[in-house]
Structure formats: C-alpha cells, structure tokens
C-alpha cells in the first residue's frame, strides 16, 4: 500500500476511536470540526434527532488571514448561532485532528461566547 493510502486509514481509525466515545444528545449534542486545507467547517449536531443545529463554514466567504484566524472567526461565529438556538453545553468532535493550533483557536473563541465544552 502506498503511504498515502495508509496514512487515510491511520486518520479513519483515529477518528472512529474518538466518535466511539462520544455521542450527541439533546442536552448536549455534538460540535463537529471539519479543518481541510482551504476551509474550516463546525457544525452542531443532535444524534438521536438526526438534525443539524447550526452549522458555520469559510466556504463562499472572503475573509482574511491565516488558517489559525478563520479558525477563531468560525468557532465565534458557530458559538454564536448555538446560543441562538438554544445550546449553552456541546461535545467536542476532534475527529482524526489532535487538540492544538487551529481546532484550539476554533474551541477557544467557541468558549469566549458563551458554548461550554
């Protein structure tokens, strides 16, 4: 196999052990981080209804700076739109990613507005 295709898999299994332990209810349903090399998506996902809460994306938006800043601007912004809908407590879904840089910054300023994790 080539390397590429390994490390795929090494990142699937990374994300299965984390989603293995955590699940959305509607007390506290899950905030999923998506970081790809252009874009960061969040969303805030109610498991047992199956249904979508609030979701915040840099796709289609012209926003400046680097990775660590879009990531700050969306984590506020889906912060913002959960306390709208009525979420003050989530579950943080990492997936394959490790908790530094970008996803901290992302969850940091999620906190500053008011979401607790």
Same mark, same amino acid.
């Given at each position: 196999?080539?390397?590429?295709?390994?490390?795929?898999?090494?990142?699937?299994? =990374?994300?299965?052990?984390? =989603?293995?332990?955590?699940?959305?209810?509607?007390?506290?349903?899950?905030?999923?981080?998506?970081?790809?090399?252009?874009?960061?998506?969040?969303?805030?996902?109610?498991?047992?209804? =199956?249904?979508?809460?609030?979701?915040?994306?840099?796709?289609?938006?012209?926003?400046?700076?680097?990775?660590?800043?879009?990531?700050?601007?969306?984590?506020?912004?889906?912060?913002?739109?959960?306390?709208?809908?009525?979420?003050?407590?989530?579950?943080?879904? =990492?997936?394959?990613?490790?908790?530094?840089?970008?996803?901290?910054?992302?969850?940091?300023?999620?906190?500053?507005?008011?979401?607790?994790?």
């Amino acid at each position: 196999m080539s390397e590429l295709v390994n490390k795929k898999n090494r990142a699937v299994r =990374r994300a299965n052990r984390v =989603r293995a332990k955590i699940t959305g209810t509607a007390e506290r349903p899950r905030l999923v981080v998506r970081i790809s090399n252009l874009h960061i998506e969040a969303q805030i996902i109610d498991d047992e209804k =199956r249904v979508t809460l609030a979701a915040a994306t840099t796709v289609g938006q012209k926003m400046t700076g680097n990775k660590t800043e879009k990531a700050a601007v969306i984590g506020a912004d889906i912060a913002k739109k959960a306390v709208k809908a009525g979420v003050k407590k989530v579950v943080l879904d =990492r997936g394959s990613r490790k908790y530094a840089s970008r996803l901290a910054s992302l969850a940091d300023a999620a906190r500053k507005e008011g979401l607790e994790f």
